[in-house]
């Protein structure tokens, strides 16, 4: 069935550094790749996303790239601040009707950035 | 606009008893799904409605787990004969071409 993995789990990083989370896919008919920002006690939030035709976006500390070949796709976070400590969460839309398909989400990335 | 709703916002019940939990999109959302979190999980996927019908219930744990969407707008998800295991937030979103949009969720605890 549909999966998306996610490493690594828990990520530390010292502030100014960068932080790369990565994510597997395994349908290959996924169109829609966002990822998610969760703060303690909190709803998900959006903070980026890429469709299936481009290869990367990005928004101003944050990029997302993706390989359609390998069906993986990657959040980049640069020059990390504290207030980017999070679960970070990649999903990946299963193809549907309308382009609203179920989003499958991978298990998560607790990020920690020390200041 | 609103964002989604969800209510009630914390849910305390007793094993064995039904609980229903509601969700409110956003106006216009064509798109509906309910998804559990467990303290420390991922989001896993229940049900997903378009519109009023259902393509995609294959995430539901049990039967003792069903939901259902009237006017295009909320949905209820209903846990009948609770189990401590089902202790969980309960997120709804809503999607539009481009978007989706989570609730705040239902924190549910069986005690």
């Known amino acids: 069935g549909e999966n998306v993995e996610q490493h690594p789990s828990t990520l530390s990083v010292q502030e100014g550094d960068s932080a790369v989370i990565k994510c597997t896919y395994s349908d290959s008919a996924s169109n829609y790749f966002p990822w998610y920002k969760q703060e303690l006690g909190k709803r998900p939030q959006l903070i980026i996303d890429?469709?299936?035709?481009?290869g990367e976006k990005k928004d101003q500390r944050i990029a997302v790239t993706l390989n359609k070949t390998a069906k993986h796709f990657s959040l980049h976070i640069t020059e990390t601040q504290p207030e980017d400590s999070a679960v970070y969460f990649c999903?990946?839309?299963?193809?549907?009707?309308?382009?609203?398909?179920?989003?499958?989400f991978g298990q998560g990335t607790t990020l920690q950035v020390k200041p | 606009g609103a964002g989604v709703s969800q209510s009630p916002s914390n849910k305390v019940t007793e094993k064995g008893k039904d609980v229903e939990l509601r969700c409110d999109p956003i106006s216009g959302h064509t798109a509906l799904y309910w998804y559990r979190q467990r303290l420390g999980q991922g989001l896993e996927f229940l049900i997903y409605?378009?519109?009023?019908?259902?393509?995609?219930k294959s995430g539901l744990p049990s039967d003792r787990f069903s939901a259902e969407r009237t006017g295009e707008s909320v949905s209820t998800l209903t846990i009948q004969r609770t189990q401590q295991e089902d202790s969980a937030v309960y997120l709804c979103a809503s999607s539009s071409p481009g978007t989706t949009n989570f609730g705040p969720g239902t924190r549910l605890l069986v005690l």
């Open positions: 890429i469709r299936s035709n481009v």
């Open positions: 409605f378009q519109g009023n019908s259902a393509p995609d």
């Open positions: 999903a990946a839309r299963v193809h549907g009707s309308s382009n609203t398909g179920k989003l499958i």
